[in-house]
């Protein structure tokens, strides 16, 4: 590389990339990334509809199985390459470049759509301080908040409608703080972030669980969360679940873990650092288990209700049930909201900077421009994107978005990645070479049979049941057209851009960066 832009990190100066501070700094990070919004509204309610507590052993098989041994390829990947997605894969092999800027695009997309997520929970801290929601929180966000376009009333799905004031406001200011972290780099930027909003998280959920744990009717929260249905565990459907819910929730498969890899030092612990980025993780997603349903078992007994009629995921989860609940809670029921929903905002922003950092990186490293001039470019352009969702028809988008470039987005991405890595450019020797090097704990065959076996087959098979089960069935019912340009299409435009991004020239070559003592 021609950019000799040093970065002076303890007693090394390394030519062009820019490293974390310390270990901590890049497992934080890689923590931040992993724990986001759906470890808090999607594995609760994905554990208690697929076995409660019989799930935990196919969830725990997976991730021991494809989560950690797709990390320990990824952090291989980035500290053995020195780069970002595209760039890792060029210099693995010139012809697969393609799929990292296919990675690439993908969280690009993610990014238009998450930030506006974030943005709905900023509103919503502000909201539960006199739960402004009142006594229909269902009716709040679709009509008051979000002004969803009235589909009884002639507009249908598709409709843009108009930008709603108090959707844009908390974007802007979304992407303000976003932003201006990635303007001051890794180390000064990203790294000192993740150790306010990670401790943080932590610490308000932490609250959040204590106090939900005291609560009349919590007992049948947690006994519906952890009750085994050991019938479910012989359904390939729930193990198909516990994969997919490892493999969504560790940011695995778009671009993200590669290029946080990529800051690390030479003499870096690659294996352990995968390990406690994983079980750091799922020690979330059980503590979200605990905190929501032990809310629900609350608010199923002041409503006389069943656990299985109050129990659902996703923005259902977090903006209409949790304002139900906060309705009647007793004392401090606005502090409590402050807290869920400020841990939302601070999980989808560490997550968020992640997501962007990816294409940031990318325009870096292909393009040789500084940092101030990628983020202003990507960051930027994702901004200026993410205002459709911000309109009163933005939540169909939204939907439909995040549905399928997860489902035929990330998971096929994953799935084109591990068997090009393994199968086609047999590089699993020498990655696992390359990361027991510098690892206290090295991996032996048991690494390259998940990767080249278990995890291909895993996801070869959920990509076939998830493409039978689109075809059979419109998502949501929504119409054909609509979800061809907003569903099908968006999915298959990141892989288009992925060989369209791949074919520009390297500004600078596909060099491995001279690293050298000081």
Same mark, same amino acid.
């Given at each position: 590389?021609?950019?000799?832009?040093?970065?002076?990190?303890?007693?090394?100066?390394?030519?062009?990339?820019?490293?974390?501070?310390?270990?901590?700094?890049?497992?934080?990070?890689?923590?931040?990334?992993? #724990?986001?919004?759906?470890?808090?509204?999607?594995?609760?309610?994905?554990?208690?509809?697929?076995?409660?507590?019989?799930?935990?052993?196919?969830?725990?098989?997976?991730?021991?199985?494809?989560?950690?041994?797709?990390?320990?390829?990824?952090?291989?990947?980035?500290?053995?390459?020195?780069?970002?997605?595209?760039?890792?894969?060029?210099?693995?092999?010139?012809?697969?470049?393609?799929?990292?800027?296919?990675?690439?695009?993908?969280?690009?997309?993610?990014?238009?759509?998450?930030?506006?997520?974030?943005?709905?929970?900023?509103?919503?801290?502000?909201?539960?301080?006199?739960?402004?929601?009142?006594?229909?929180?269902?009716?709040?966000?679709?009509?008051?908040?979000?002004?969803?376009?009235?589909? #009884?009333?002639?507009?249908?799905?598709?409709?843009?409608?108009?930008?709603?004031?108090?959707?844009?406001?908390?974007?802007?200011?979304?992407? #303000?703080?976003?932003?201006?972290?990635?303007?001051?780099?890794?180390?000064?930027?990203?790294?000192?972030?993740?150790?306010?909003?990670?401790?943080?998280?932590?610490?308000?959920?932490?609250?959040?669980?204590?106090?939900?744990?005291?609560?009349?009717?919590?007992?049948?929260?947690?006994?519906?969360?952890?009750?085994?249905?050991?019938?479910?565990?012989?359904?390939?459907?729930?193990?198909?679940?516990?994969?997919?819910?490892?493999?969504?929730?560790?940011?695995?498969?778009?671009?993200?873990?590669?290029?946080?890899?990529?800051?690390?030092?030479?003499?870096?612990?690659?294996?352990?650092?995968?390990?406690?980025?994983?079980?750091?993780?799922?020690?979330?997603?059980?503590?979200?288990?605990?905190?929501?349903?032990?809310?629900?078992?609350?608010?199923?007994?002041?409503?006389?209700?069943?656990?299985?009629?109050?129990?659902?995921?996703?923005?259902?989860?977090?903006?209409?049930?949790?304002?139900?609940?906060?309705?009647?809670?007793?004392?401090?029921?606005?502090?409590?909201?402050?807290?869920?929903?400020?841990?939302?905002?601070?999980?989808?922003?560490?997550?968020?900077?992640?997501?962007?950092?990816?294409?940031?990186?990318?325009?870096?490293?292909?393009?040789?421009?500084?940092?101030?001039?990628?983020?202003?470019?990507?960051?930027?352009?994702?901004?200026?994107?993410?205002?459709?969702?911000?309109?009163?028809?933005?939540?169909?988008?939204?939907?439909?978005?995040?549905?399928?470039?997860?489902?035929?987005?990330?998971?096929?991405?994953?799935?084109?990645?591990?068997?090009?890595?393994?199968?086609?450019?047999?590089?699993?020797?020498?990655?696992?070479?390359?990361?027991?090097?510098?690892?206290?704990?090295?991996?032996?065959?048991?690494?390259?049979?998940?990767?080249?076996?278990?995890?291909?087959?895993?996801?070869?098979?959920?990509?076939?049941?998830?493409?039978?089960?689109?075809?059979?069935?419109?998502?949501?019912?929504?119409?054909?057209?609509?979800?061809?340009?907003?569903?099908?299409?968006?999915?298959?435009?990141?892989?288009?851009?992925?060989?369209?991004?791949?074919?520009?020239?390297?500004?600078?070559?596909?060099?491995?960066?001279?690293?050298?003592?000081?």
């Amino acid at each position: 590389m021609t950019n000799t832009n040093k970065n002076r990190k303890g007693d090394k100066i390394v030519e062009g990339r820019e490293q974390w501070g310390t270990r901590a700094g890049f497992i934080l990070a890689a923590v931040g990334s992993a #724990v986001g919004l759906g470890n808090i509204w999607r594995f609760p309610y994905v554990a208690y509809d697929n076995g409660g507590g019989a799930f935990f052993i196919p969830y725990l098989f997976a991730l021991l199985t494809a989560g950690i041994p797709l990390l320990i390829m990824e952090f291989t990947m980035g500290h053995k390459y020195r780069g970002s997605a595209p760039l890792s894969f060029a210099r693995m092999n010139k012809k697969t470049e393609w799929i990292g800027w296919w990675q690439v695009s993908i969280a690009f997309v993610i990014s238009t759509y998450y930030a506006v997520i974030i943005a709905w929970a900023m509103a919503y801290t502000y909201f539960a301080v006199s739960l402004q929601w009142g006594n229909d929180p269902g009716g709040f966000l679709m009509s008051n908040y979000l002004r969803r376009v009235d589909l #009884v009333n002639g507009a249908s799905v598709g409709s843009v409608g108009s930008v709603v004031p108090g959707v844009f406001i908390p974007l802007v200011l979304v992407w #303000v703080i976003s932003l201006a972290i990635l303007f001051k780099g890794v180390k000064q930027g990203i790294e000192k972030a993740n150790r306010i909003f990670i401790p943080t998280l932590v610490i308000m959920f932490l609250i959040i669980v204590i106090r939900a744990l005291t609560l009349e009717g919590a007992s049948i929260g947690l006994e519906a969360f952890f009750k085994p249905d050991w019938s479910k565990i012989a359904s390939p459907r729930v193990w198909v679940a516990a994969y997919g819910q490892i493999f969504f929730s560790l940011s695995i498969a778009f671009a993200i873990m590669i290029t946080y890899s990529s800051y690390l030092p030479k003499s870096a612990d690659i294996n352990n650092n995968a390990f406690i980025a994983a079980f750091s993780n799922s020690g979330v997603e059980l503590l979200a288990g605990f905190g929501v349903f032990a809310t629900l078992g609350f608010l199923a007994k002041q409503a006389n209700l069943p656990i299985e009629d109050v129990a659902t995921a996703g923005i259902g989860l977090a903006f209409v049930v949790f304002p139900e609940i906060l309705n009647s809670f007793p004392g401090f029921n606005g502090l409590f909201g402050v807290l869920f929903f400020g841990s939302l905002v601070f999980a989808g922003l560490s997550s968020l900077i992640s997501i962007v950092e990816t294409f940031v990186s990318a325009i870096q490293d292909k393009f040789d421009v500084s940092r101030t001039k990628a983020v202003m470019v990507g960051g930027g352009l994702s901004a200026l994107i993410s205002i459709l969702f911000a309109t009163q028809g933005g939540l169909f988008f939204l939907d439909a978005v995040d549905y399928f470039i997860n489902t035929f987005g990330i998971a096929l991405a994953g799935l084109v990645s591990v068997i090009t890595i393994s199968w086609i450019v047999r590089n699993l020797k020498p990655f696992q070479e390359h990361a027991n090097l510098t690892s206290d704990l090295r991996t032996g065959l048991w690494w390259k049979i998940c990767l080249g076996v278990v995890t291909p087959g895993v996801l070869g098979y959920m990509f076939v049941l998830n493409l039978i089960d689109n075809l059979q069935k419109n998502y949501e019912d929504y119409p054909t057209a609509f979800l061809i340009y907003s569903g099908w299409g968006v999915a298959l435009a990141a892989i288009i851009f992925g060989f369209i991004l791949a074919s520009l020239k390297w500004k600078n070559g596909l060099e491995m960066p001279e690293e050298s003592e000081e």
